[in-house]
């Protein structure tokens, strides 16, 4: 079915953007609008799934995945059923409920990693490539269930690697200190030939966590987006607003520019004396319980796209959500106060706001050009009929 819906993204304010040598862009006040144009759509019916997830597509097929269960199913870009599988107990691939988004390869084969069963290779029909460990043994479950992707399928001199990372990445120390952090590789490439694997990337300098304390495992999680036409790695911290860009057109990435970005309601946090928190603690809502999150951090063109969660700007409100404390009514308006929100840094360093459609609760994913996302749903029956939408972004200069 060919539609054609357009959302506004509206040019609602700028924010000031620093560059590595502290100099603040200037900007003309002319920004450009964009439109979120939604090319066609696919529906897909008669779904038993709990949690239906939207995963990748290519020129033949799109692929779904049911979170709660691991099961993928792969339909024809009509919306046919092709193919359904599922890998679970004591079978070669297994994968779990804590596998992350399904990614394809340059041959089209599904890779997949599981926190908990590792590195995975399938062919569409499920055939097992590569069956591989998990790099290091972690201690939750990752993260909330999303169309954001967590890992990337790269290319380097002709080789293909996933690269990702793990809130555990090197042994447990004796102490959790600020000597970890000043030791600590953030991201892991896997090559998914050879299973050869290697750490890289510590914190940049400046980073505020390498400020002597110590950080809920969640703040440092990095988000990252490899362009490989650029060679640039464009990277952030969770609770860091700061866009470190590096050149990885040699054997490593070398960092090329830090972007400190002034995202309204961001507010990163100081960390830790050390004792405070311990080792591989993901988060404690008790004592930070609306903390500011990069969710997402995408290539899209020239610009990047950025989604995050803000913090609630009055400190009292906080504190009676801490306590324990809060009204039905105040939880109702922070959590209002507290969507994520999603932006688009152009190359001029300009921060514009998105205005987006309602999506359901797991977000978008970007393919190529493509936006994919599916409506929130509201209807009172358990929903077994999804529609994928393929939207692009239009952007409309301003001209006076």
Not at 228 to 244: A, H, T, V
């Amino acid at each position: 079915m060919k539609i054609k819906l357009l959302y506004y993204i509206l040019p609602l304010a700028i924010f000031s953007c620093q560059t590595g040598q502290n100099q603040t862009e200037k900007h003309s006040g002319d920004l450009p609008n964009y439109t979120l144009e939604t090319l066609d759509s696919v529906t897909v019916k008669d779904i038993l799934a709990r949690l239906f997830l939207f995963q990748t597509a290519d020129q033949d097929n799109i692929i779904f995945k049911d979170g709660a269960s691991g099961k993928v199913f792969v339909f024809d870009r009509e919306g046919n059923p092709i193919d359904q599988w599922e890998k679970t107990g004591d079978v070669p691939g297994a994968i779990s409920m804590a596998s992350g988004n399904l990614a394809l390869d340059k041959a089209g084969n599904l890779v997949v990693l599981d926190i908990m069963n590792g590195l995975k290779v399938f062919k569409k029909n499920g055939s097992v490539i590569q069956n591989f460990g998990i790099y290091q043994n972690q201690r939750s479950l990752g993260s909330a269930f999303s169309h954001f992707k967590s890992y990337q399928v790269i290319e380097k001199e002709g080789k293909e690697y996933l690269l990702y990372s793990l809130d555990i990445i090197e042994e447990a120390p004796g102490e959790y200190g600020p000597e970890y952090l000043k030791t600590r590789k953030n991201l892991i490439l896997t090559d998914l030939e050879t299973e050869e694997t290697k750490t890289f990337l510590p914190f940049p300098d400046g980073s505020q966590f390498l400020n002597g304390n110590v950080f809920l495992f969640s703040d440092f999680r990095p988000v990252f987006t490899y362009d490989g036409e650029s060679q640039l790695l464009y990277l952030m911290f969770q609770n860091e607003p700061i866009l470190y860009t590096y050149d990885w057109s040699g054997y490593g990435p070398v960092l090329k520019d830090k972007t400190n970005l002034d995202l309204s309601g961001f507010v990163a946090g100081e960390g830790f004396e050390k004792g405070a928190v311990s080792f591989g603690k993901i988060s404690d809502y008790k004592i930070n319980p609306a903390p500011s999150t990069v969710l997402n951090l995408e290539k899209y063109g020239k610009d990047l796209l950025i989604t995050y969660k803000p913090t609630p700007a009055d400190k009292g409100d906080l504190s009676l959500l801490m306590s324990g404390e809060a009204s039905r009514e105040l939880r109702a308006r922070l959590s209002e106060e507290t969507k994520k929100r999603t932006v688009v840094l152009t190359p001029k360093g300009d921060i514009i706001p998105l205005s987006l459609p309602e999506m359901n609760p797991y977000d978008f994913s970007i393919i190529g050009n493509d936006i994919w996302w599916i409506k929130k749903y509201g209807g009172d029956e358990e929903q077994e009929d999804f529609t994928v939408y393929r939207s692009r972004l239009l952007k409309e200069e301003i001209s006076f």
